[in-house]
């Protein structure tokens, strides 16, 4: 299986800063790597998909990049509804596998 | 507007067979898409059960084959899963989703519904 690994498990930041999410694949995924963010008590929604592609409906102030086997999740100006749990997700190979999160928290 | 809800059992004892169903609203679960379940134990992060599509094509997590099972009722618009021989691990939020078009992430999840595995 693939591993991906995520950091920081948590974060606190403020409203207006921006905040960086970082997952690493235990081996090559190409661009099949896709980010959620997840509210409590809801079900994960898909921010964006193939590493840079930013889902429909989602806000620019998300965006993802790529580098080799580690992937970046970008929140610019950091808004009260985004504090919530964000995973990543690879779709290269079965069995899927996601990240174990990074909860990020309001200072 | 593509809809999923999970439903089944919330309580189910050791040893014994979890079942789940999705209901499909606002799609037909025949147009070529897969389907999925994953499930999330409480404060960790998602596992991927396996998809299946209409036809019955079906990817099981090799952590889970031998003990589960997904089935789909086309007219019915509808799929289900069934994870035999529970033990208190299997004790998580179990959600239905689709696979999007592209084949490569989830678009619509149900809201998820919590199966506690307790005597």
């Known amino acids: 299986d693939i591993q991906m690994t995520q950091s920081p498990p948590s974060l606190s930041a403020s409203v207006g800063d921006t905040v960086t999410i970082t997952c690493r694949a235990s081996q090559s995924i190409t661009n099949y790597l896709n980010w959620y963010q997840q509210i409590p008590g809801k079900a994960p929604n898909l921010l964006v998909y193939?590493?840079?592609s930013l889902q429909s409906g989602v806000p620019s102030r998300f965006s993802g990049s790529r580098s080799g086997t580690d992937f970046t999740l970008t929140i610019s100006s950091l808004q009260p509804e985004d504090f919530a749990t964000y995973f990543c997700?690879?779709?290269?190979?079965?069995?899927?596998?996601f990240g174990q999160g990074t909860k990020v928290e309001i200072k | 507007q593509v809809q999923l809800q999970e439903s089944g059992p919330g309580l189910v004892e050791p040893s014994q067979t979890l079942s789940l169903t999705c209901d499909v609203s606002g799609y037909s679960i025949s147009s070529g898409n897969w389907w999925g379940w994953i499930r999330q134990p409480p404060g960790k992060g998602p596992e991927w059960i396996g998809y299946i599509y209409y036809s019955g094509s079906i990817y099981y997590n090799p952590s889970l084959k031998s003990r589960v099972t997904m089935s789909v009722d086309t007219s019915k618009n509808q799929f289900s899963l069934r994870v035999s021989s529970v033990t208190a691990v299997d004790t998580a939020v179990y959600y239905c989703a689709r696979v999007a078009d592209s084949g490569y992430y989830f678009d619509y999840w149900g809201q998820g519904t919590l199966v506690t595995v307790s005597s």
């Open positions: 997700q690879q779709s290269y190979s079965t069995p899927w596998t």
């Open positions: 193939a590493a840079s």
